[in-house]
Protein backbone atom coordinates (compact mmCIF):
# COMPACT_ATOMS: atom_id res chain seq x y z
CA UNK A 1 0.00 0.00 0.00
CA UNK A 2 1.28 3.14 -0.64
CA UNK A 3 2.54 5.90 1.80
CA UNK A 4 0.46 9.07 1.23
CA UNK A 5 2.99 12.04 1.88
CA UNK A 6 1.48 14.65 4.28
CA UNK A 7 2.45 17.50 1.90
CA UNK A 8 0.35 16.63 -0.67
CA UNK A 9 -2.64 16.77 1.61
CA UNK A 10 -1.86 19.75 2.75
CA UNK A 11 -1.63 21.18 -0.80
CA UNK A 12 -4.52 19.81 -1.99
CA UNK A 13 -6.36 21.49 1.20
CA UNK A 14 -4.36 24.71 -0.05
CA UNK A 15 -5.68 24.66 -3.27
CA UNK A 16 -9.49 23.52 -1.53
CA UNK A 17 -9.38 26.80 0.39
CA UNK A 18 -8.06 29.04 -2.72
CA UNK A 19 -11.18 27.34 -4.94
CA UNK A 20 -13.34 28.32 -1.87
CA UNK A 21 -12.01 31.58 -1.32
CA UNK A 22 -12.18 32.43 -5.09
CA UNK A 23 -16.27 31.31 -5.30
CA UNK A 24 -16.65 33.67 -1.94
CA UNK A 25 -14.96 36.34 -3.90
CA UNK A 26 -16.59 36.48 -7.04
CA UNK A 27 -20.50 35.06 -6.31
CA UNK A 28 -22.94 37.89 -6.09
CA UNK A 29 -24.47 36.04 -3.82
CA UNK A 30 -23.91 32.91 -1.78
CA UNK A 31 -26.71 30.57 0.67
CA UNK A 32 -25.50 28.72 3.39
CA UNK A 33 -28.00 25.97 3.53
CA UNK A 34 -28.51 22.77 5.84
CA UNK A 35 -29.51 19.96 4.01
CA UNK A 36 -30.05 17.58 6.81
CA UNK A 37 -32.63 15.34 6.56
CA UNK A 38 -33.49 15.58 2.51
CA UNK A 39 -33.16 12.59 0.64
CA UNK A 40 -31.06 11.39 -1.75
CA UNK A 41 -33.81 12.39 -4.43
CA UNK A 42 -34.66 15.56 -3.16
CA UNK A 43 -30.98 16.83 -3.42
CA UNK A 44 -31.17 15.81 -6.64
CA UNK A 45 -33.85 17.57 -7.81
CA UNK A 46 -32.26 21.04 -6.03
CA UNK A 47 -29.22 20.19 -7.46
CA UNK A 48 -31.27 20.18 -11.10
CA UNK A 49 -32.78 23.60 -9.78
CA UNK A 50 -30.03 25.41 -9.40
CA UNK A 51 -27.96 24.39 -12.33
CA UNK A 52 -30.97 25.26 -14.34
CA UNK A 53 -30.68 29.21 -12.43
CA UNK A 54 -27.00 28.81 -13.18
CA UNK A 55 -26.18 28.39 -9.42
CA UNK A 56 -23.26 26.26 -8.73
CA UNK A 57 -24.17 24.07 -5.57
CA UNK A 58 -21.74 22.50 -3.10
CA UNK A 59 -21.85 20.34 0.07
CA UNK A 60 -18.13 21.74 1.52
CA UNK A 61 -16.38 20.78 4.83
CA UNK A 62 -16.72 23.39 7.39
CA UNK A 63 -13.32 23.46 8.60
CA UNK A 64 -12.11 24.36 4.71
CA UNK A 65 -14.91 26.78 4.41
CA UNK A 66 -13.80 28.59 7.15
CA UNK A 67 -10.72 29.29 6.16
CA UNK A 68 -11.61 30.41 3.02
CA UNK A 69 -14.05 33.26 5.12
CA UNK A 70 -10.90 34.32 6.95
CA UNK A 71 -8.90 34.75 3.98
CA UNK A 72 -12.01 36.56 2.25
CA UNK A 73 -12.39 38.85 5.48
CA UNK A 74 -15.89 36.94 5.69
CA UNK A 75 -15.44 35.28 8.74
CA UNK A 76 -18.82 36.70 10.10
CA UNK A 77 -20.30 33.85 7.84
CA UNK A 78 -18.09 31.45 10.32
CA UNK A 79 -21.27 31.03 13.01
CA UNK A 80 -23.74 29.34 9.76
CA UNK A 81 -21.03 26.97 9.08
CA UNK A 82 -22.34 24.05 11.93
CA UNK A 83 -23.25 20.99 10.93
CA UNK A 84 -23.94 19.52 7.57
CA UNK A 85 -24.45 22.84 5.28
CA UNK A 86 -24.01 22.95 1.54
CA UNK A 87 -23.46 26.33 -0.17
CA UNK A 88 -24.81 27.99 -3.45
CA UNK A 89 -22.88 30.26 -5.50
CA UNK A 90 -24.09 32.44 -8.32
CA UNK A 91 -21.80 34.95 -9.98
CA UNK A 92 -24.00 36.28 -12.18
CA UNK A 93 -27.74 36.13 -10.64
CA UNK A 94 -28.44 38.10 -7.54
CA UNK A 95 -31.59 36.91 -6.80
CA UNK A 96 -31.50 32.87 -7.80
CA UNK A 97 -30.13 31.16 -5.39
CA UNK A 98 -31.82 32.66 -3.13
CA UNK A 99 -34.96 32.02 -4.90
CA UNK A 100 -34.54 28.35 -5.82
CA UNK A 101 -33.57 27.80 -2.17
CA UNK A 102 -36.35 29.66 -0.67
CA UNK A 103 -39.06 28.14 -2.74
CA UNK A 104 -37.60 24.45 -2.49
CA UNK A 105 -37.47 24.94 1.31
CA UNK A 106 -41.02 25.91 1.27
CA UNK A 107 -41.89 22.44 -0.24
CA UNK A 108 -39.40 20.56 1.91
CA UNK A 109 -39.25 21.53 5.74
CA UNK A 110 -36.09 20.16 6.25
CA UNK A 111 -34.11 22.43 4.10
CA UNK A 112 -33.16 25.33 6.37
CA UNK A 113 -31.41 28.35 5.20
CA UNK A 114 -28.93 29.44 7.58
CA UNK A 115 -27.67 32.66 6.34
CA UNK A 116 -24.91 34.00 3.04
CA UNK A 117 -23.25 36.54 1.70
CA UNK A 118 -24.83 39.39 -0.62
CA UNK A 119 -22.67 41.60 -2.58
CA UNK A 120 -19.89 41.22 0.00
CA UNK A 121 -21.60 41.13 2.89
CA UNK A 122 -22.68 38.86 5.30
CA UNK A 123 -26.49 38.27 5.62
CA UNK A 124 -28.82 36.25 7.31
CA UNK A 125 -32.01 33.59 6.55
CA UNK A 126 -34.09 36.77 6.63
CA UNK A 127 -32.43 38.81 4.85
CA UNK A 128 -31.92 35.93 2.55
CA UNK A 129 -35.35 35.08 2.35
CA UNK A 130 -36.64 39.12 1.58
CA UNK A 131 -33.88 38.57 -1.45
CA UNK A 132 -35.88 35.47 -2.39
CA UNK A 133 -39.19 36.98 -2.30
CA UNK A 134 -38.01 39.52 -5.04
CA UNK A 135 -38.85 39.17 -9.05
CA UNK A 136 -35.98 38.06 -10.92
CA UNK A 137 -34.47 39.48 -13.22
CA UNK A 138 -37.22 39.09 -16.15
CA UNK A 139 -39.91 40.34 -13.49
CA UNK A 140 -38.08 43.40 -12.73
CA UNK A 141 -37.69 43.98 -16.77
CA UNK A 142 -41.18 43.26 -17.43
CA UNK A 143 -42.80 45.59 -14.17
CA UNK A 144 -40.29 48.44 -15.83
CA UNK A 145 -41.78 47.85 -19.11
CA UNK A 146 -44.96 48.44 -18.41
CA UNK A 147 -43.94 51.48 -16.28
CA UNK A 148 -42.79 52.72 -19.59
CA UNK A 149 -45.50 51.91 -21.88
CA UNK A 150 -48.39 52.99 -19.41
CA UNK A 151 -47.79 57.07 -20.15
CA UNK A 152 -48.08 56.09 -23.96
CA UNK A 153 -51.03 53.87 -23.75
CA UNK A 154 -53.05 56.52 -21.81
CA UNK A 155 -51.93 59.14 -24.50
CA UNK A 156 -53.38 56.91 -26.61
CA UNK A 157 -56.60 55.75 -24.90
CA UNK A 158 -57.02 59.77 -25.02
CA UNK A 159 -56.69 60.48 -28.38
CA UNK A 160 -58.69 57.95 -29.25
CA UNK A 161 -61.17 59.18 -26.65
CA UNK A 162 -60.91 62.53 -28.26
CA UNK A 163 -61.68 61.11 -31.89
CA UNK A 164 -64.44 59.13 -31.20
CA UNK A 165 -65.82 61.82 -29.56
CA UNK A 166 -65.28 64.23 -32.63
CA UNK A 167 -66.91 61.47 -34.17
CA UNK A 168 -69.64 61.51 -33.12
CA UNK A 169 -70.22 65.17 -33.20
CA UNK A 170 -69.85 65.39 -36.68
CA UNK A 171 -72.51 62.64 -37.44
Not at 53 to 82: C, H, I, M, P, W
Not at 124 to 147: F, H
Amino acid sequence: MAEIRPTVIREEKVQAINEIAAKLRESQTTVVADYRGLTVAQVTELRKQLREAGVEFQVLKNSLTRLATEKESLTELDQYLTGPNALAFSKDDIIAPAKVIAEFAKKNDKLEIKGGVIEGKVVDAEQIKALASLPNREGLLSMLLSVLQAPMRNVALAVKAVAEQKEGQGA
